[in-house]
């Protein structure tokens, strides 16, 4: 069973209790036509003085009167601050990333936002890219609070936001992460119970892994205080019972695949403590690297195809 110390330790190191929401205020200010699926490009508030845009994926078979489940998919950061939620979507990056999209034509509600300091979200700052992403780091830090806060704070707007769509069973609400993403998904999953199916592909960086090797990680990582009472796969059991899939590759430098095997072994152990193994699994591709390989899609198509229906 997870430890409720952990679980309180963990929050008073990333800045304590989130604060209550405001209205929303969406407002879809563009609508893109796809093959298969509509983007709506939604402007919406995660604080009273910061509003903020993302996209919406609605396949064309799904209303109000024929609701759909919905992924919430978080962007990578591969050192590209001009990409965010345009990637998943589909309109810009990589193909291999374009994963709202693919969702969208499975049949999902996909919800693409903008982690801070990324794309539309670099606007109105003079600091730019990598030192953008260093100034809001210190800044929530001396605040009392970290990186790792915010982004927990803004994926709960978003879920919220997915929440408030008629066309979204409320009860089959899931997420996926690449990368960074990966990082996001089982940041956010101990602190919002409405995801109900999480996937996170190629990232469970441990503090001993990124000691041993000197890694340089994204700030969301780093949650001030905390190893002395955990590591980052203490994080992702708290996310038990609900069902949790990661994915990983052998070849992974950015987490090193001996420090993945024990970490998962933490994980595992919180599931079966109680009772609720059959909800989390993990695939360790041999001889893969930082990609999203079709095995590792498969699984994770056949994880919410499982979980979410």
């Not at 979507?89 to 919800?111: C, I, P």
């Not at 927990?152 to 979204?168: G, N, Q, T």
């Not at 990661?246 to 993945?260: A, K, Q, R």
Request: glycine share 8%; aromatic share 10%.
């Amino acid at each position: 069973m997870a430890n409720p110390m952990f679980r309180e330790k963990l929050l008073e190191c990333l800045g304590g209790e989130w604060p209550e929401p405001c209205p929303l205020n969406a407002e879809v200010v563009e609508t893109i036509p796809k093959k298969g699926y509509r983007i709506e490009k939604i402007l919406y508030d995660l604080e009273p003085e910061e509003r903020v845009a993302g996209y919406l994926l609605i396949p064309e078979s799904v209303n109000a009167s024929s609701p759909a489940a919905a992924v919430c998919v978080w962007h990578q950061h591969a050192g590209q601050w001009h990409l965010g939620k345009s990637e998943p979507a589909g309109l810009a990056g990589n193909k291999m990333h374009h994963t709202g999209a693919a969702l969208a034509r499975e049949g999902y509600v996909v919800f693409c936002p903008d982690a801070i300091g990324f794309e539309d979200r670099e606007k109105g700052y003079r600091q730019k890219a990598r030192n953008l992403e260093r100034f809001l780091f210190l800044k929530y830090v001396v605040a009392g609070q970290c990186m790792a806060w915010k982004n927990i704070l803004d994926m709960k707007r978003a879920v919220d936001l997915v929440v408030s769509r008629p066309e979204v069973k409320t009860d089959s609400i899931g997420c996926y992460g690449h990368s960074m993403g990966s990082t996001h998904t089982w940041l956010v999953g101990p602190w919002e119970p409405r995801l109900k199916a999480l996937v996170g592909n190629c990232c469970l960086p441990t503090y001993a892994g990124i000691h041993e090797h000197e890694l340089l990680h994204c700030f969301p990582n780093f949650i001030p205080g905390l190893y002395q009472y955990g590591d980052t796969p203490d994080i992702a059991a708290l996310i038990a019972p609900r069902a949790l899939h990661l994915n990983f590759g052998e070849n992974d430098g950015g987490s090193p695949i001996e420090e993945v095997r024990e970490g998962v072994k933490t994980i595992e152990k919180a599931y079966q403590a109680i009772h609720a193994e059959k909800n989390f699994s993990y695939w360790i591709e041999p001889d893969t690297a930082h990609v999203l390989s079709d095995e590792m899609w498969k699984r994770t198509k056949d994880f919410f195809k499982r979980h979410l229906g």
